[in-house]
């Protein structure tokens, strides 16, 4: 057993990978870390763009569906459905020893769309009509425009990862369309084993709030400023976990229970460090508790593994969070415009890295060309 199986059957967390590519499908390596412990995966427009453009493995399929006349983004498409599908092949047992709780792989959304809510939820739904598994999470962006997006899909029954969260006020939001979706499926005459089909996890970003948050401690200077570094991400995590036991409890959420629902679990996102100078498990060991996910960088999943710590921490100071984000604001610290912009950020970067992508591709496609130089 390893410090993984110990996560999930001691402390009710589920410990997931935050990188695929093709190679570890086909060469057993996604396997192997199933066997140590890993139970879901998580993909972004920034790990297809490392994987597809950093190797060949992908080279004969992209000759392939060049040769059936596909455009350049349809065959991007047609590469990452083919790793999604690869992998929840390998996640599927999982999934069914949880009964349904576990084992999911998540695939997102065209950046592009984060803004765009119809946009966003048709997109959503053909992803979840083309792959068709019960495992599949299709990842929605939890911007403004994402939220309608959510609840949509929901509604029809479909699972959803709702990515790029940093804010309390946004999660808060989140919570409400994860909620009033499941309430909108229970009173279309959804069975109770329909509803319970329907899986979410609400992904909240934690070493990029550090980041920001540090970077700005640094500016301010003063002794207390630099004192509160390294704690605002943590703190803003655990307030978030707060939050989900008192909007997951009361008798709006048991009347959904009792119709089959299933909580839409916190996923603590970004949890490799920016900071060298902070521990390498830092945002893993201070995460830990029930009804949770944590999707990790391999790295940072060796690192747990070799020397991370097993205890229930998510819950064990929530007066001491409070009290950050209240010495935070007095230092000069703005939370919400901290947010605000890496919610901004994080929308452009994943657009970056999925233009970069396409561009790349369509440089190959050229190359590729009869009567090319290349």
Same mark, same amino acid.
């Given at each position: 057993?390893?410090?993984?199986? /110990?996560?999930?059957?001691?402390?009710?967390?589920?410990?997931?990978?935050?990188?695929?590519?093709?190679?570890?499908?086909?060469?057993?390596?996604?396997?192997?870390?199933?066997?140590?412990?890993?139970?879901?995966?998580?993909?972004?427009?920034?790990?297809?763009?490392?994987?597809?453009?950093?190797? %060949?493995?992908?080279?004969?399929?992209?000759?392939?569906?060049?040769? *059936?006349?596909?455009?350049?983004? $349809?065959?991007?498409? $047609?590469?990452?459905?083919?790793?999604?599908?690869?992998? =929840?092949?390998?996640?599927? #047992?999982?999934?069914?020893?949880?009964?349904?709780?576990?084992?999911?792989?998540?695939?997102?959304?065209?950046?592009?769309?984060?803004?765009?809510?119809?946009?966003?939820?048709? %997109? *959503?739904?053909?992803?979840?009509?083309?792959?068709?598994?019960?495992?599949?999470?299709?990842?929605?962006?939890?911007?403004? @425009?994402?939220?309608?997006?959510?609840?949509?899909?929901?509604?029809?029954?479909?699972?959803?990862?709702?990515?790029?969260?940093?804010?309390?006020?946004?999660?808060?939001?989140?919570?409400?369309?994860?909620?009033?979706?499941?309430?909108?499926?229970?009173?279309?005459?959804?069975? %109770?084993?329909?509803?319970?089909?329907?899986?979410?996890?609400?992904?909240?970003?934690?070493?990029?709030?550090?980041? /920001?948050?540090?970077?700005?401690?640094?500016?301010?200077?003063?002794?207390?400023?630099?004192?509160?570094?390294?704690?605002?991400?943590? *703190?803003?995590?655990?307030?978030?976990?707060?939050?989900?036991?008192?909007?997951?409890?009361?008798?709006?959420?048991?009347?959904?229970?009792?119709?089959?629902?299933?909580?839409?679990?916190? =996923?603590?996102?970004? !949890?490799?460090?920016?900071?060298?100078?902070? #521990?390498?498990?830092?945002?893993? $060991?201070?995460?830990?508790?029930?009804?949770?996910?944590?999707?990790?960088?391999?790295? !940072?999943? @060796?690192?747990?593994? $070799?020397?991370?710590?097993?205890?229930?921490?998510?819950?064990?100071?929530?007066?001491?969070?409070?009290?950050?984000?209240? /010495?935070?604001?007095?230092?000069?610290?703005?939370?919400?415009?901290? !947010?605000?912009?890496?919610?901004?950020?994080?929308?452009?970067?994943?657009?970056?890295?999925?233009?970069?992508?396409?561009?790349?591709?369509? /440089?190959? %496609?050229?190359?590729?060309?009869?009567?090319?130089?290349?």
């Amino acid at each position: 057993m390893t410090r993984l199986h /110990e996560l999930h059957d001691d402390q009710g967390q589920s410990p997931w990978l935050d990188n695929l590519r093709r190679s570890w499908i086909q060469g057993g390596d996604l396997a192997d870390w199933v066997d140590r412990g890993v139970r879901g995966i998580t993909s972004n427009p920034s790990i297809f763009q490392k994987a597809i453009a950093g190797s %060949a493995d992908y080279d004969d399929q992209f000759a392939s569906c060049l040769d *059936a006349g596909m455009s350049v983004e $349809d065959t991007y498409w $047609d590469l990452v459905v083919t790793d999604i599908e690869g992998a =929840l092949a390998v996640l599927r #047992p999982v999934y069914d020893a949880s009964g349904g709780g576990d084992g999911f792989v998540s695939v997102e959304v065209a950046p592009s769309l984060a803004r765009d809510t119809e946009g966003t939820a048709r %997109a *959503a739904l053909d992803l979840h009509q083309r792959i068709a598994e019960p495992n599949l999470y299709v990842k929605i962006p939890g911007t403004a @425009e994402g939220l309608p997006a959510i609840q949509k899909v929901i509604a029809q029954g479909h699972s959803v990862n709702v990515t790029l969260l940093f804010s309390l006020s946004r999660y808060g939001e989140v919570i409400e369309a994860h909620q009033a979706g499941l309430e909108e499926l229970v009173a279309s005459g959804a069975s %109770a084993e329909e509803v319970a089909r329907v899986s979410s996890v609400a992904s909240f970003f934690v070493s990029r709030v550090d980041a /920001e948050v540090d970077r700005r401690l640094e500016v301010i200077g003063t002794e207390a400023a630099t004192a509160l570094k390294g704690r605002a991400a943590v *703190a803003n995590a655990r307030l978030a976990y707060r939050l989900f036991r008192e909007r997951y409890a009361g008798p709006r959420w048991e009347a959904l229970a009792a119709a089959g629902a299933q909580v839409q679990r916190p =996923l603590w996102a970004s !949890t490799s460090t920016k900071d060298p100078s902070y #521990p390498d498990t830092l945002y893993v $060991d201070s995460l830990i508790g029930p009804d949770t996910v944590n999707t990790l960088p391999d790295a !940072t999943l @060796e690192a747990f593994l $070799d020397h991370g710590t097993v205890a229930r921490t998510v819950d064990t100071a929530d007066d001491e969070a409070l009290r950050t984000l209240d /010495e935070l604001a007095d230092v000069g610290v703005d939370l919400d415009d901290v !947010t605000q912009l890496l919610e901004k950020e994080g929308v452009e970067a994943f657009e970056a890295s999925y233009d970069d992508l396409l561009s790349t591709l369509g /440089e190959k %496609a050229e190359a590729l060309r009869p009567g090319s130089d290349g």
